[in-house]
């Protein structure tokens, strides 16, 4: 079965820190660039990093650009993504993502709270 499962939200102060972890299964999740995405109440799901196949280059959207760092490990099958700094407008639904054979690969996504 081909699937993608998130783990490690949770409920954290402004400032704090979170990894999420996302453990794909079910294909050769290796050859493969994945994303993370995540939706906040209201609101369009966005963007917010991504990262090759190869984990050789990443990208991230502007609003957590020196604050999130994604990562993987193919030999695990798993993608990260550590949250530093972590804001109120960080609040939100993360999910992982890949595109495979033409075809979207969602997770049932982890929420993140962040608040005082």
């Known amino acids: 079965q081909v699937q993608l499962v998130e783990s490690g939200g949770g409920l954290v102060q402004p400032g704090g820190s979170l990894r999420l972890s996302c453990a794909a299964s079910g294909f050769t999740f290796s050859i493969y660039s994945a994303r993370w995405y995540r939706q906040a109440p209201g609101k369009e799901r966005e963007l917010v990093a991504g990262?090759?196949?190869?984990?050789?280059?990443?990208d991230y959207a502007g609003s957590v650009k020196g604050r999130f760092t994604i990562s993987r490990d193919n030999a695990k099958n798993m993608a990260y993504l550590q949250m530093n700094s972590l804001k109120p407008e960080d609040t939100a639904v993360y999910y992982c993502?890949?595109?495979?054979?033409?075809?979207?690969?969602w997770g049932q996504g982890t929420q993140v709270t962040v608040s005082s």
């Open positions: 990262i090759t196949n190869t984990g050789s280059s990443t």
């Open positions: 993502y890949v595109r495979r054979r033409g075809y979207d690969i």
